[in-house]
């Protein structure tokens, strides 16, 4: 069942198109990478979903429901989208006294929420003092006020360092297990691939594609890397059988659109010793620049 | 509604802006009035303390603190656009309207104590320069109260007005300017040219409330002749009103980016 539906949405600002008929839908307890080269229109469609930013057209919307007529709305979604968001002056446990009376929440959730993202100990200390990866877990922090079951994150590994990352992929991935549906926008792949199950990927305000992880690792390239000190031979034999290989070094062939038994087996009978023979693992960051330059691939669902 | 005016007095305790505002508010009036008293008589500043004139203009010269109330008016709501919360206070409180009514009540009921600092103070160091130097008050408690009313009231409806300016304007530092240059500059003109229009200016009025005179710092226009203590207050709600209801507009139509 759909929890977030998103249909025809369009945001027009001037002359500058942010976001484009864009459609999808994000499934109960799926997390899902929401992926996109700065200024593709992710924080703007994110916008629309919480009513800050007035759609131009379409529609966005929780359990069938605009965000702003959400009963309850604390505990339906939690959002953390401008970490550097917060009253420098405040304290975090100031903070989220606020946020907790005017989503009418028990006080008592601040001290979980602090735990949860490891700032008890600095409840008391002005957030102006904070690191950026600070106050990205005080945001954290505050989406989770009011123990969601939907999250929207706006790219939450902003300005961390890999400590911090690493922290965050754990959070993420506790979450996932939790059964809360997340939505965590992110213009690096490779951020958030090893916590998502799902990716939406758009550019320039289009949706680019929408499929699982696994189905968009399957259509990614796997070539062939060989090592072998007669190269050029084998190169060779490969094109004899209408494979392309190219020399990547005086030692080493990329051979695409093969499998390394192929090329293991030619070699075997031309009597090319072979040193090493694998299949390269797909490389993620390579398929995501591909689809949003504008290079499809056909077998990825669109 | 409640939960709202909840939410925005307990920001407004999570920082220490308020005891700021009001330690500078305090100061800045207890500088002028004693200034005034230990200049008071013929040749000086007011007039002598012993005249009904000399003691008011002493005792209401409330209007620092008044100004200060705007000011404060003003960040309560220009604040969320600074530093960036209103994304926070929009995404609790989805119903703009309501955020906005929220603050302008809130700043209004805060910026009493604006009023109340100040008129505590002018009143304590006007009274203690009077009794001091062996003079009788000429004026009773009654109008004493008169003009603590009209200085708490005062300092309250244009802490409203300064919110809705906050929020019409968004920009703090703009927004600050065009308070201060409302009441040192715009109203100082108007009353040099009319006095019958200077009555209706924000601070002019607020002023005349709380006692004001051509005496009193910041100084009312010479022969002022002030509109009754309701109207001045019903003229405050309705600028507080007609800048929150222009405000609550732009602010439904605006993006929250």
């Known amino acids: 069942m759909a929890v977030i539906e998103i249909q025809g949405l369009t945001k027009r600002f001037g002359p500058v198109l942010a976001v484009d008929n864009l459609s999808f839908d994000i499934n109960e307890g799926a997390v899902v990478g929401f992926l996109g080269p700065n200024g593709a229109g992710k924080t703007t469609t994110l916008r629309m979903l919480l009513g800050l930013v007035e759609p131009t057209a379409g529609t966005a919307l929780f359990n069938g429901v605009p965000y702003r007529d959400l009963k309850d709305r604390a505990h339906q979604v939690g959002a953390m989208l401008e970490a550097a968001a917060i009253h420098p002056r405040r304290t975090p446990r100031g903070h989220l006294r606020v946020r907790a009376a005017a989503a009418r929440l028990d006080p008592a959730r601040i001290d979980a929420v602090l735990a949860s993202v490891e700032l008890t100990d600095a409840a008391d200390r002005r957030v102006g003092q904070f690191s950026l990866g600070m106050r990205q877990r005080l945001a954290l922090a505050s989406a989770l006020l009011g123990d969601p079951k939907v999250l929207l994150l706006d790219e939450p590994a902003n300005g961390l360092d890999p400590e911090g990352v690493r922290w965050l992929r754990e959070f993420l991935r506790e979450l996932a297990r939790k059964g809360c549906t997340v939505l965590v926008s992110s213009h690096v792949l490779a951020e958030v691939a090893q916590t998502v199950s799902d990716v939406v990927i758009i550019n320039r305000g289009n949706l680019v594609t929408q499929s699982s992880l696994d189905e968009l690792m399957a259509c990614a390239p796997q070539p062939v890397r060989v090592r072998t000190p007669k190269a050029e031979q084998l190169r060779v034999a490969l094109a004899g059988i209408n494979i392309d290989a190219r020399l990547a070094a005086p030692d080493q062939l990329e051979v695409p659109d093969s499998t390394p038994e192929r090329v293991a087996n030619l070699a075997a009978k031309l009597a090319i010793p072979i040193y090493e023979c694998a299949a390269e693992p797909a490389r993620l960051e390579d398929i995501f620049l591909d689809l949003v330059n504008g290079q499809p691939r056909d077998e990825v669902p669109r | ?257």
């Open chain 2, 1 to 257: 509604m409640i939960t709202a005016i909840k939410t925005e007095l307990l920001k407004i305790r999570t920082t220490r802006l308020l005891v700021g505002m009001l330690a500078a508010a305090a100061a800045w009036t207890a500088m002028v009035c004693i200034v005034e008293s230990s200049r008071s008589g013929p040749g000086g500043l007011v007039p002598a303390l012993t005249t009904e004139a000399g003691l008011r203009a002493v005792i209401s010269s409330t209007g620092f603190a008044t100004i200060l109330a705007a000011v404060f008016g003003v960040t309560i709501s220009s604040g969320e656009f600074r530093h960036n919360t209103a994304t926070d206070t929009y995404i609790d409180e989805p119903n703009r309207f309501r955020v906005l009514a929220a603050k302008v009540i809130a700043a209004a009921l805060v910026g009493l104590s604006f009023g109340l600092v100040g008129i505590a103070i002018t009143t304590s160091v006007g009274l203690s320069f009077t009794i001091g130097n062996g003079y009788s008050v000429p004026f009773g408690a009654d109008v004493i109260a008169r003009y603590a009313a009209g200085a708490v009231i005062g300092a309250g409806l244009l802490a409203a007005v300064g919110a809705g300016l906050g929020s019409l304007i968004r920009s703090q530092l703009a927004a600050i300017i065009a308070i201060f240059a409302m009441a040192f500059g715009i109203e100082q003109i108007v009353g040099g040219v009319s006095r019958s229009v200077a009555v209706y200016m924000p601070f002019v009025s607020a002023s005349t409330m709380a006692g004001g005179s051509s005496y009193s710092m910041p100084p009312l226009p010479v022969g002022l002749n002030p509109l009754p203590f309701a109207g001045v207050a019903a003229l405050l709600v309705a600028i507080a009103w007609l800048i929150s209801a222009v405000a609550a507009h732009t602010t439904t139509q605006r993006d929250i980016t």
